[in-house]
């Protein structure tokens, strides 16, 4: 494929190789191949279920060595609060008051959500806030009919000439009502994090945002910092991050030919949440809390939710301490004796869910040591895992690569071919699924940090279909962030309950006890 020198200029400037765009569309061209899932993940199998009377015993452990380590707690925050409202959206460009009510609307298109909305949205946070707003657009908004009021106050709320909520950064959309005080997602990771990642009063968290918001959170910070430092005794020190352009991927037709716009530039698009590998990879702390923007709760259930942070902290750290144990045994004797090479296999295989060649046994003690060295000197993710109760998202899966080597993952729906039956009755047998509630340790038993992307299996992207100008393009997404941008750490699932999970995916869910102070 030929570039012109104005193309690769673009390319440059961009921070990409003319290397890196051949490799993209030659991924086009091959298509990416399906996960191969060969059994769902479950309790004794993949998951762990610790017991009650074990649970204290593991967040003793966290608290008892938390000063050991630096912590930080990583929230991907850039997306923008639209799909919250994709059903109002809807609602408003459907609509027609000349043909019917609006009960009549949600009836004759089973609108379940604009029902729930209608029974529910005088207990929104931000209720009062868009009444106002109503009742300024229209005066004589008390005397209209119920069915004007609401088209008024769902136009108040997301019209770009007014509130226009639905354009706000996520993390800044008021989630929770407090007396006399509405809190934003991004404070409440605030709170939470003081739970847990604090350590002589100091807190550290890192938040990657969209660049054009930037001076928004910042203006939140002000707004917040003195009252969410004084309750919890704690200063906060917030950094922030954007999507880098050198994780664009190029676009291409149906025909994969790059997409060139009208000016006759090459066309790029953010790759999604896999290209935050790179942020991850630039924090130099030693332990890691991941967990997405909008997956918080109100504020008595916080004590609950940092619980099992510290549970599953007291888990890395636990399986950690003997990683390195091992790991250093392994790289500072030339001969390790028998017994404990079969410890230290017994050890990757029973805790940390290292499926050991069945060649291993055959191997001279000198491969065998290499092999296992191997296997352990990894980054460790130790991961809460929910019961399924039919949320979207991935879910932990046992996959086995090209190779014919299996491994422990986290699995997108989108990943598997469901059109192969033994596939998706697979997918239909998982037990739990994928709440992005994870505990990472990023440097090895040296305290040298890894180099996180060198564990990320490429051939896990994903290609959707996309519309630029009128035309259908094929876009490129990375490994995303927790499933092939970490395919090759060492993983460890563990159960958590479902108080540990609640995303704010539509506004609606705003209704739910976890979001609602009463």
Known sequence: MQFSEKDIQQIEQKGLTLKKIEDQIDLFKKGIPFVNITKAATINDGIIAIPDSEKQRYITLFEENRNRFSLEKFVPASGAATRMFKFLYSFLEDYNPQKGSINSYINKNKATSMSLFQIGHEKLPFYNTVLEKAKEINPDYSKQSIDFKYITFIEAMLDAKHLNLGNSPKGLLPFHQYKGHQATAFEEHLFEAALYIAFNNEANLHFTISEKHKHKFDEEFKRIEEIVERKTNTSFHITFSYQKESTDTIAVTTNNEPFREPDGSLLFRPSGHGALIENLNDIQSDIIFIKNIDNVVVYKYEEEVAKYKKLLAGVLIDIQEKAFYYS???????????????????????????????????????????????????????????????????????????????????????????????????????????????????????????????????????????????????????????????????????????????????????????????
């Open 328 to 518: 250093k045994l392994l790289n500072e004797n030339n001969q390790i004796n028998e017994p404990t090479i079969i410890e230290i296999a017994e050890f990757l295989s029973n805790k940390v869910n290292v499926v050991i060649s069945d060649e291993f046994e055959k191997y001279a003690p000198k491969y065998q040591m290499e092999y296992l060295k191997e296997k352990l000197d990894r980054p460790i993710r130790v991961c809460g895992m929910v019961k399924n109760e039919g949320e979207p998202g991935g879910g932990p899966f046992w996959v086995k690569d090209e190779s014919g080597n299996t491994s422990l993952q986290i699995v997108e729906s989108a990943q598997i071919d469901k059109k192969q039956k033994g596939q998706k009755q697979t997918l239909k047998n998982a037990t739990h699924f994928n709440p992005v509630d994870l505990v990472c340790g990023v440097k090895n038993y040296k305290g040298e940090k890894y180099d996180l992307t060198k564990y990320v299996d490429p051939k896990t992207a994903f290609i959707t279909m996309k519309t630029k100008t009128g035309k259908d393009i094929k876009a490129l997404e990375l490994p995303g962030l927790w499933n092939g941008s970490m395919a090759n750490w060492n993983t460890i699932f563990v159960e958590v309950p479902l108080i540990t999970f609640n995303p704010v995916k539509t506004v609606n869910d705003l209704l739910k006890p976890a979001h609602q102070n009463f």
